[in-house]
């Protein structure tokens, strides 16, 4: 999976799990922070969650405490699939 098919599903996520998705995507690139995008813990992990749904797998509850940013979201996306043992994610 590409860092751009992960972007593409965490912008999904927020689509549906955030209260004001419009809000969030205006201000989204690649390096946001999630505090920044105004996204809070409790729908950081209702992202996770969708993301898992959508993808058929469990992050390590350890693993989902570092996520503060699109950047730190996308490589535990890569490291779960397995998509980063080739450093591309292609």
């Given at each position: 999976?590409?860092?751009?098919?992960?972007?593409?599903?965490?912008?999904?996520?927020?689509?549906?799990?955030?209260?004001?998705?419009?809000?969030?995507?205006?201000?989204f690139?690649?390096?946001?922070?999630?505090?920044?995008?105004?996204?809070?813990s409790?729908?950081?992990?209702?992202?996770?969650?969708?993301?898992?749904?959508?993808?058929?797998?469990?992050?390590?509850?350890?693993?989902?405490?570092?996520?503060?940013?699109?950047?730190?979201?996308?490589?535990?996306?890569?490291?779960?699939?397995?998509?980063?043992?080739?450093?591309k994610?292609?």
């Amino acid at each position: 999976m590409s860092d751009e098919e992960i972007i593409g599903l965490i912008k999904a996520a927020v689509s549906d799990t955030h209260p004001k998705p419009e809000k969030v995507l205006a201000s989204f690139t690649p390096t946001s922070s999630l505090s920044d995008l105004g996204i809070d813990s409790v729908n950081a992990l209702e992202m996770a969650g969708y993301v898992e749904d959508k993808l058929g797998l469990r992050f390590p509850d350890g693993e989902l405490a570092h996520v503060d940013s699109i950047p730190s979201f996308v490589s535990l996306v890569k490291r779960s699939t397995g998509a980063g043992a080739s450093g591309k994610g292609n």
